[in-house]
């Protein structure tokens, strides 16, 4: 993930961690960090010791996480540990962090992300306050990924929240709103959104 691309993926590579996550390209934090300092949102953060430090934004359907995890020299990693980094949570925080670096985004829906009205995903965003109760229990869930798993179980359970409030594409009678999401049989097995 080169920065300066041009391109959504210079900034943002899709995880394998779960479908809603993406993780942020190293040249492109300080840019994240910006923003996310610019925003009035709920936050939260854990330093226990000999656990990593692990910050948390709630931003739209899920948020931002900073995991610092500090390994002595010469340990081998841990299988599950959630390396250092910078991960995105959720489509619509996705979509809303584009948006607001000036990113190109990608043209149609990433497979399994719903369709997002831009302008009222923003809206949404400046209209929550920080002292939220949702909003600060969102952050404080984020805070506790400190592994992989529980990460996957975060992004999963937000997404999962997040479902019902989805803004509904009405199309006209006969038409689909986008050719993406294609309608798939129910037997391949695909989780829908």
């Not at 990593?52 to 899920?62: F, H, L, N, S, T």
């Not at 010469?74 to 991960?87: K, R, V």
């Not at 869930?141 to 999963?156: H, I, N, S």
Request: with cysteine; hydrophobic share 45%; glycine share 10%.
């Amino acid at each position: 993930m080169a920065a300066g691309t041009g391109e959504w993926t210079g900034l943002f590579g899709r995880s394998s961690l779960a479908p809603t996550v993406f993780e942020v390209a190293a040249g492109a934090r300080p840019r994240v960090r910006e923003w996310l300092a610019a925003q009035s949102v709920a936050t939260a953060w854990t330093r226990d010791p000999h656990a990593p430090a692990v910050e948390a934004w709630a931003v739209a359907d899920g948020g931002v996480v900073a995991v610092a995890r500090w390994t002595p020299a010469g340990a081998p990693p841990a299988g599950e540990a959630l390396p250092s980094g910078l991960y995105v949570v959720g489509f619509g925080a996705f979509r809303l962090l584009t948006a607001a670096l000036g990113v190109p985004r990608p043209a149609r829906p990433l497979p399994g992300e719903p369709l997002f009205d831009l302008d009222a995903l923003c809206l949404a965003h400046r209209a929550v306050s920080p002292t939220c109760p949702d909003a600060v229990e969102q952050a404080e869930l984020l805070a506790t990924c400190v592994d992989r798993q529980t990460l996957r179980l975060v992004a999963g359970a937000l997404d999962a929240a997040s479902t019902p409030a989805r803004p509904v594409v009405v199309a006209p009678v006969g038409r689909r709103p986008s050719p993406f999401p294609r309608d798939l049989p129910p037997a391949t097995g695909t989780l829908t959104g």
